[in-house]
């Protein structure tokens, strides 16, 4: 099968933009619809009384995390050739920012 985004036909080249830019932003949406879900379920968990402090906090962090990758992979294209690199440097720094707060932590509580 031919890669149709370099052809020299510009009215393919067209056609395989949209279909590519309506695809992405069908991701978009539904990452977008997954992140509000989860920010409503983080605020019925602090609103329950039902559920314990040792129970929430870990959970709204653990929503928290999810929709920072949410927001790494659709909303700022990470996910697309090109962004090695940057992702390198972002993952990185926050290696060493998690190190960083798991010596404190161990510091701090040994």
Do not use: C
């Amino acid at each position: 099968m031919a890669n149709n985004h370099n052809s020299a036909n510009p009215k393919v080249d067209l056609a395989y933009r949209r279909k590519k830019n309506a695809e992405d932003m069908k991701h978009q949406v539904i990452t977008f619809g997954m992140m509000i879900f989860l920010t409503i379920v983080a605020f019925i968990a602090v609103g329950y009384d039902g559920i314990g402090e040792w129970f929430k906090i870990p959970f709204i962090i653990t929503l928290a995390v999810i929709q920072v990758i949410f927001q790494l992979y659709y909303f700022m294209h990470m996910s697309h050739k090109g962004h090695e690199t940057p992702a390198l440097f972002l993952f990185s720094g926050v290696g060493v920012a998690a190190l960083t707060v798991l010596t404190f932590v161990t510091i701090i509580w040994w």
